[in-house]
């Protein structure tokens, strides 16, 4: 699982569906089944939001294969959008999360689309991508190999439903739980 990452990446964008996709324990022996990994331009070290010291696992040109690309708000390069391109074509999901929806939207993922993103963002991605359906007042939007979060915490509800979609409900209930994750959000977009 990869996490797509960069200069001012917001912190929540990543942690929280880190979090989730950490915490599955499903039929697992108590590890998860998700290998998670942060794929970068470059493997130095970038300021996220806030300031704090991030330092990727990979580079684009070195990175795994992912089956699940995570792509949290962040400023994006060139080499993202060929990166993100490539992986998206071997990808199961191409996940955005807040303005990540930019980037995916960029790398023309969306066309024909219905996407959401933060909401104030709404009306500059309205205007950016007319090709892409904006949903407003939902946590996520899915496709059977796109979905997009509204923006920080909904990247967690979003993060449960990928767990739903992998390991079904239960699985996914119980990693809410483990979390302290009351929110009910994940189960209907």
């Not at 500059?124 to 407003?136: Q, T």
Request: aromatic content about 8%.
């Amino acid at each position: 699982m990869a996490f797509a990452i960069g200069p001012h990446v917001n912190v929540i964008d990543v942690a929280g569906p880190w979090e989730v996709f950490q915490d599955v324990r499903a039929e697992s022996g108590g590890q998860s089944p998700f290998q998670l990994f942060t794929v970068a331009e470059s493997t130095e070290p970038l300021s996220a939001t806030a300031g704090l010291t991030v330092v990727p696992h990979h580079t684009y040109d070195k990175a795994p294969r992912a089956h699940v690309v995570v792509v949290p708000a962040h400023h994006a390069t060139d080499a993202t959008q060929v990166w993100l391109k490539q992986a998206a074509a071997n990808a199961d999901l191409v996940m955005s999360v807040c303005t990540g929806a930019f980037i995916i939207a960029q790398a023309g993922l969306l066309d024909g689309l219905e996407a959401t993103t933060h909401h104030g963002f709404h009306a500059d991605f309205k205007s950016s991508f007319p090709r892409v359906k904006l949903v407003r007042d939902k946590r996520y939007v899915e496709h059977d190999r796109i979905a997009t979060a509204a923006g920080l915490t909904s990247g967690i509800d979003l993060a449960l439903r990928v767990v739903e979609r992998y390991l079904g409900r239960a699985a996914a209930t119980e990693t809410a739980r483990y979390m302290e994750h009351e929110s009910k959000a994940w189960l209907a977009p």
